[in-house]
């Protein structure tokens, strides 16, 4: 395995390769460190090689969503998410059509939603809380990435998060912690763990995990080129 893995060329090796794709399911709980996870994973892969959709850009209109007992709106449910846009999206993705999206900015006050265009890849990236719940999106995959953290340090993560990006008090995001994230995360995401081909402990770092993943992308899809490159040459 390689220790080094930004030091990656930054080339295209799956130019030739218009008919493969590739589907990787990542999902973890709030603030498990998926976006910083992506964002690495992407820089570290060769340059073109990989599309990201996100499940947090498909969430349905906040008059749409389910309230709690308290009257307080439950973003952390499946039905939050406009699971057939995503869907929709996916398949597209797949097909070779490139993909346009409105980005989701969290109720960030002052905030200008982002116009998103993604185009297809050999590698697909499929990130979100309910990838692995949505049998639909599941099905799709070819490989299933869990990141893993402890519970005390998602909510301080979170804590933090919420506070210096979005704006909310700290009762507010216990509250929706103690209320929403929690339960959710036992119910639709916690039973897919030990399915999952791959658990990222992120305590600390994701760094070898992020190792293990890359170097396997990259020697999956280097060892398809060379058997096309072989199969050309036997019928040339």
């Not at 039905?79 to 900015?105: R, V």
């Amino acid at each position: 395995m390689h220790s080094d893995v930004g030091s990656r060329p930054k080339q295209s090796i799956f130019a030739t390769m218009a008919d493969i794709h590739y589907v990787v399911g990542i999902a973890g709980g709030s603030a498990s460190g998926k976006t910083s996870f992506l964002k690495k994973l992407k820089e570290n892969l060769p340059l073109g090689s990989v599309s990201i959709i996100s499940q947090d850009n498909y969430y349905k209109p906040q008059d749409q969503q389910q309230l709690d007992d308290n009257g307080e709106v439950n973003y952390d449910l499946p039905t939050s998410i406009d699971k057939n846009a995503f869907l929709a999206d996916l398949k597209a993705l797949l097909s070779g059509s490139p993909i346009n999206i409105t980005e989701y900015c969290f109720n960030k006050e002052g905030s200008v939603p982002q116009h998103i265009s993604v185009n297809p890849a050999k590698i697909l990236v499929v990130e979100g809380l309910f990838v692995f719940h949505y049998p639909e999106i599941r099905n799709l995959l070819n490989l299933r990435v869990y990141l893993d953290v402890r519970e005390e340090i998602k909510l301080e993560r979170r804590i933090k998060r919420d506070r210096d990006e979005r704006g909310y008090p700290e009762a507010v995001v216990r509250y929706q912690w103690e209320n929403h994230v929690v339960p959710s995360y036992k119910k639709f995401l916690k039973p897919y763990r030990d399915d999952s081909h791959i658990i990222v402990t992120n305590n600390i770092t994701f760094d070898k995990g992020l190792a293990v993943l890359t170097d396997h992308l990259v020697y999956r899809f280097e060892k398809e080129l060379m058997r096309e490159s072989k199969t050309e040459g036997l019928m040339g």
